[in-house]
């Protein structure tokens, strides 16, 4: 029997994650208008798994993961409450974490993006996470790119997509470099 060490990594929701100009907030059942929206919006979902259009669906989909482990999924919000966007945590490996379902408005700043991203690696770190993996589709050409200017290193490839890991130094590296989009102290605020 394998006895997990107390230092071992998970992913758990958050209440809250504090930065700068933005926050990311656990996503509730009343999210899920916006969600359905975003998600489906042609230019916006083009790049992403298809969702329902239904948004009772989006809702009771949102219920179950409020109770479940494993994954944290987030509004980004201005500090006013207004949403721009979307991003999630899943699928651990060991010590690394998958980000994604990453959907930022086309009426949100264009700061908004860079700054939701160092949050999820900030709240990673936290958390105890050494490398990030994810993967992108092939003709996602400016997030392939934003992915790359981190330092993420290519993996694999499908048909479809470009697999990616990031290495906890090209995070750290990440952060330092990025910097002037984060407060000094992140604000975690837990579930």
């Given amino acids: 029997m394998m006895i997990k060490k107390v230092t071992d990594p998970a992913i758990h929701q958050a209440a809250s994650i504090v930065g700068r100009s933005i926050k990311l907030r656990n996503v509730k059942p ?42 944290a999924y987030f509004i980004i919000e201005d500090f006013n409450g207004h949403p721009y966007g979307t991003v999630r945590m899943y699928d651990q490996q060991e010590n690394s974490f998958c980000w994604g379902s990453w959907v930022i408005s086309a009426e949100a700043p264009a700061h908004f993006a860079i700054e939701s991203a160092l949050l999820i690696y900030q709240y990673a770190l936290s958390l105890g996470f050494e490398r990030a993996h994810f993967d992108v589709r092939k003709g996602n050409l400016s997030v392939i790119k934003f992915h790359e200017r981190f330092g993420a290193e290519r993996t694999d490839e499908t048909e479809l997509d470009i697999h990616y890991s990031l290495s906890k130094e090209n995070i750290l590296s990440a952060l330092e470099k990025f910097k002037k989009y984060l407060p000094d102290h992140i604000l975690i605020n837990q579930v």
């Fill in 30 to 71: 009343d999210d899920a208008g916006f969600i359905v929206d975003l998600r489906t919006n042609e230019k916006k979902g083009r790049f992403i798994s298809s969702t329902s259009q239904d948004i009772n669906e989006q809702k009771q989909w949102i219920k179950r993961y409020l109770s479940s482990e494993g994954q």
